[in-house]
Antibody
Framework: EVQLVESGGGLVQPGGSLRLSCAAS????????MNWVRQAPGKGLEWISY????????HYADSVKGRFTISRDNAKNSLYLQMNSLSVDDTAVYYC??????????????WGQGTMVTVSS | IVMTQTPLSSPVTLGQPASISCRSS???????????LSWLQQRPGQPPRLLIY???NRFSGVPDRFSGSGAGTDFTLKISRVEAEDVGVYYC?????????FGQGTKLEIK
């Protein structure tokens, strides 16, 4: 079964850091581009980051550029999101997502259940 | 690219059609000639689910009452006959260029 499982969320103070993980299974992780998408409570979806299969190219939303870093470990079938300088506006459910039925820009057909990040003092 | 959906809320009677519009601030035609506009459904408490990709292609397992159309900057998702399980929020998403972007979402509810 194709699966993405996020972990690492929790409560963090403003200005703090957190590292999210996404464990992939059921497909050849190293062959697929990966993304992070977030959703603030009661709000819509926001794409925040992308990484190429071999980790040599990354893209970010302006809202997180310079603060968040996406990475992957293909040997461990894992995707990561290092989040620094967190603010209350970063409070959201964070999803990892991928397109495994086509190319990344065909649309994300696999999503994790999400991990909640709460930034509060 | 800014994606704008209308309406933001759509009360529909069971068995009746529904339509959601999505407009992009610039053309979504990629340099490869494809238009990377997809539609996703998010049921309450669930992660999003892909319905339509590249404007009009239904993803595997998606009922044929869902259809997508459009070109350039204007796109539409139609549900021919709304069923109770269709309740949720629908998002368009462009993946033609980075940063990718979603519409604000349209909440579909039953009258």
């Amino acid at each position: 079964e194709v699966q993405l499982v996020e972990s690492g969320g929790g409560l963090v103070q403003p200005g703090g850091s957190l590292r999210l993980s996404c464990a992939a299974s059921g497909f050849t992780f190293s062959s697929y581009e990966m993304n992070w998408v977030r959703q603030a409570p009661g709000k819509g979806l926001e794409w925040i980051s992308y990484i190429r299969t071999d980790g040599t190219a990354m893209h970010y939303a302006d809202s997180v550029k310079g603060r968040f870093t996406i990475s992957r470990d293909n040997a461990k079938n894992s995707l990561y999101l290092q989040m620094n300088s967190l603010s209350v506006d970063d409070t959201a459910v964070y999803y990892c997502a991928a397109s495994i039925s086509g190319w990344n820009h065909d649309g994300f057909d696999v999503w994790g259940q999400g991990t909640m990040v709460t930034v509060s003092s | 690219i800014v994606m704008t959906q209308t309406p933001l809320s759509s009360p529909v009677t069971l068995g009746q059609p529904a339509s959601i519009s999505c407009r992009s601030s610039q053309s979504l035609v990629n340099s490869d000639g494809n238009t990377y506009l997809s539609w996703l459904q998010q049921r309450p408490g669930q992660p999003p689910r892909l319905l339509i990709y590249k404007i009009s292609n239904r993803f595997s397992g998606v009922p044929d009452r869902f259809s997508g159309s459009g070109a350039g900057t204007d796109f539409t998702l139609k549900i021919s006959r709304v069923e109770a399980e269709d309740v949720g929020v629908y998002y368009c998403m462009q993946a033609t260029q980075f940063p990718y972007s979603f519409g604000q979402g349209t909440k579909l509810e039953i009258k």
